[in-house]
């Protein structure tokens, strides 16, 4: 299948710094991505969903000055957790869906495991 | 709308025996219907899909699961269970041929394997 490569795995920051996530379709065009966060044994809650070129659509709830997304090219998408907090320690997964892919099936990351200190 | 209703939060085995993870969907569109497994710290594989063909479907290392329409079902089975099966399972539905709608996720079942 598709790969999506997503980067750091981990990372710890100060709070009050950024971090940014980047995830990256490595042989096909992701026509859209979609950022996910999960708490500890819990499902995966949607945060917003970017199309290449276009600003991202977020989900109730999900502040979009504090998690900025990019998606400026078909195969990059990063997002940026601005003045992380401890409350903002997560496990953040993207997935991205494109053109060579079959059409449904959504190719997730590796998921980036944020910890805020 | 959208949504899954997995009906167990935890599911645990003992190694040999069958598994039944159980799935109901609701949707007002045509779904795609997927399983996911994601063991811990890492991201999500996808086991299996169905997207309006066969409705039993298999996937990979002895997973099946089958579509019932009259029964809003997608349940998630393999005959005999491997220590290597025990992970956070998700069942998740789709628009069916919409690469733009995402993808809404159950709450997961644990899966345990005794030995």
């Known amino acids: 299948g598709a790969v999506v490569s997503q980067h750091p795995s981990w990372v710890i920051c100060k709070s009050g710094t950024s971090v940014k996530i980047e995830c990256r379709s490595l042989d096909f065009q992701a026509t859209t991505m979609f950022w996910y966060r999960q708490f500890p044994k819990q499902s995966l809650m949607l945060m917003a969903t970017?199309?290449?070129?276009?600003?991202?659509?977020?989900e109730q709830g999900v502040e979009k000055d504090k998690f900025l997304i990019n998606h400026a090219s078909l195969t990059l998408s990063t997002l940026t957790v601005t003045s992380a907090h401890p409350e903002d320690s997560s496990f953040y997964i993207c997935?991205?869906?494109?053109?060579?892919?079959?059409?449904?099936?959504?190719?997730f990351g590796q998921g980036t495991r944020l910890t805020v200190v | 709308a959208q949504s899954v209703t997995q009906l167990d939060s935890h599911v645990s085995v003992s190694e040999g025996t069958p598994v039944l993870l159980r799935c109901n969907y609701s949707s007002s569109y045509s779904p795609s219907l997927f399983w996911y497994v994601q063991h811990p710290n890492k991201g999500l594989q996808l086991l299996l899909k169905?997207?309006?063909?066969?409705?039993l479907v298999k996937g990979i290392n002895g997973f099946e699961a089958e579509f019932k329409k009259s029964e809003t079902s997608f349940h998630l089975t393999k005959p005999s269970a491997h220590m290597s099966d025990a992970a956070e399972y998700f069942c998740v539905v789709s628009q069916l041929n919409s690469g733009n709608t995402p993808l809404v996720f159950g709450k997961g079942t644990r899966l345990s394997v005794i030995a």
């Open positions: 970017s199309n290449e070129g276009s600003k991202a659509t977020y």
């Open positions: 169905y997207t309006s063909a066969a409705t």
């Open positions: 997935s991205a869906r494109g053109t060579g892919t079959g059409g449904t099936e959504a190719f």
